[in-house]
């Protein structure tokens, strides 16, 4: 149980295109999902919240009006890198939590891109 | 959240227990342990928390100090596929932030 899922798991853009990441929580119902970025040779480092139907919480620093986050449905998020720029190439990955007495963390396989 | 330290790195003998060290000396009363484990290029993978009282499940055992200032990740039978970047959290249950430090990175030697 408690898979999460990420699509597409690469992709290779143009300088100025916009990027969407889907993330489905697979086998359950989740109330909160998260967006992390990790650079090479980094730790993960936490984007924004959302909430199922609210508007995400982003974290200082992360521009909201660039990263696009929508959370539409209790199984799905996603993630819409706006008129990327070769220095937002990274792993971004979302994760997943149910809420309630489980309240665990599941993460998906993650999304390398790539902006030429 | 608490912040966490953990050696950088550790290597362990193919088949021997892995005993992954933590230190948490500011943990709150209401904070969580949490584990989770990256393989090279994947998401992170959730293996175990607790609060106080050791914990196992199928993957791993969890013994936390009896003042949880600290904290071990024990495999108790380590294989080549459990060579991954390990990560020790602590956070409140219901804060939903995780923050991930640098990790212990642990290799398996066969």
């Known amino acids: 149980g408690a898979v999460v899922s990420q699509h597409p798991s690469r992709v290779i853009c143009k300088s100025g295109t916009s990027v969407k990441i889907e993330c489905r929580s697979l086998?359950?119902?989740?109330?909160?999902m998260f967006w992390y970025r990790q650079f090479p040779k980094q730790s993960l480092m936490l984007m924004a919240t959302?909430?199922?139907?609210?508007?995400?919480?982003?974290e200082q620093g992360v521009e909201k009006d660039k990263f696009l986050i929508n959370h539409a449905s209790l199984t799905l998020s996603t993630l819409t890198v706006t008129s990327a720029h070769p220095e937002d190439s990274s792993f971004y990955i979302c994760?997943?939590?149910?809420?309630?007495?489980?309240?665990?963390?599941?993460f998906g396989p993650g999304t390398r891109l790539t902006v030429l | 959240d608490a912040k966490t330290t953990q050696p950088p790195s550790m290597d362990c003998a193919e088949g021997r227990a892995a005993n992954l060290p933590c230190n948490h000396s500011?943990?709150?009363?209401?904070?969580?342990v949490y584990w989770y484990r990256q393989i090279h290029s994947q998401g992170p993978q959730y293996i175990i928390h607790?609060?106080?009282n050791n914990e196992t499940n199928e993957m791993a055992s969890l013994i936390i100090t009896e003042d949880r200032k600290s904290s071990t990740l024990i495999l108790p039978h380590a294989t080549l596929r459990d060579t991954a970047v390990y990560y020790c959290?602590?956070?409140?249950?219901?804060?939903?932030?995780?923050?991930f430090g640098t990790g212990t990175r642990l290799t398996i030697i066969p």
């Open positions: 500011t943990i709150s009363g209401n904070e969580y």
């Open positions: 959302s909430n199922e139907g609210s508007k995400a919480t982003y």
């Open positions: 607790g609060l106080k």
């Open positions: 959290i602590v956070t409140n249950f219901g804060n939903e932030k995780l923050t």
């Open positions: 994760s997943a939590m149910a809420g309630g007495t489980t309240d665990t963390q599941y």
């Open positions: 086998d359950f119902q989740a109330t909160t």
